[in-house]
Structures are given as C-alpha cells and as structure tokens.
Nanobody, 119 residues
Framework: QVQLVESGGGLVQPGGSLRLSCVASGSTFNLYTMGWFRQAPGQEREFVASMQYSLGSALYDDSVKGRFTISRDKAKNTVYLQMNSLKPLDTAVYYC????????????WGQGTQVTVSS
C-alpha cells in the first residue's frame, strides 16, 4: 500500500504562483507513475500532469502546458507541482495520484488540497 499526502494549496491572486507537494509513504518502490489531477465544483476530475517516477519524463494537459511544472525528489519520496501564471479557471481541489503501471487507472489517491485563484 501507498499513502499520499498533499500540501501547499491556498488562496492566490490571478497571475500568482503556488507549489503543491505530495509526499508518498509505504510501498513507494511499486510506484511507476505519479500524477496530479484537479476537480472544480460541479466538474469531473481532470488530468493535469504526470511523471514517470523513475525516468522523470512528464506529460501535461494542454490547459497548463507552459505554466505548470511537475517534478520529483526521489530521496524525499515527494512529487511537486509548480503552478505559475495562475488563472481563476485553475481553481479546484488538486489531487495527487500514483499507479504501479505505465498506463491505466491510478491505484492510490491523496485527500486533495484546495487551490483558489481569486482577486
């Protein structure tokens, strides 16, 4: 089993930045891919970014490409999401997720952290 705990959310003005963190514990050696998802009120959960945990290669949704950066510190079992040039449309609960395969469903989810972009 793997446990994921997110932190770093908060209230930020449009154009501002936040960095989310996701600390993984437990059987982290099983993790192949780590991802970030978000869910806005009344919306379905959507993909934001992912990274192959070992190789470090990343994928991004078009809506965040060029503004968000996913990274990881393997020594700390931590994945980050640096969010720059934030927009009100980025307001959502952000979830960290992990899976033990290259593709397919994510096996593990964090509890989520709220990001609110508003003036």
């Amino acid at each position: 089993q793997v446990q994921l705990v997110e932190s770093g959310g908060g209230l930020v003005q449009p154009g501002g930045s936040l960095r989310l963190s996701c600390v993984a514990s437990g059987s982290t050696f099983n993790l192949y891919t780590m991802g970030w998802f978000r869910q806005a009120p009344g919306q379905e959960r959507e993909f934001v970014a992912s990274m192959q945990y070992s190789l470090g290669s990343a994928l991004y949704d078009d809506s965040v490409k060029g503004r968000f950066t996913i990274s990881r510190d393997k020594a700390k079992n931590t994945v980050y999401l640096q969010m720059n040039s934030l927009k009100p449309l980025d307001t959502a609960v952000y979830y960290c997720a992990g899976r033990t395969s290259v593709t397919g469903t994510y096996d593990y989810w964090g509890q989520g952290t709220q990001v609110t972009v508003s003036s």
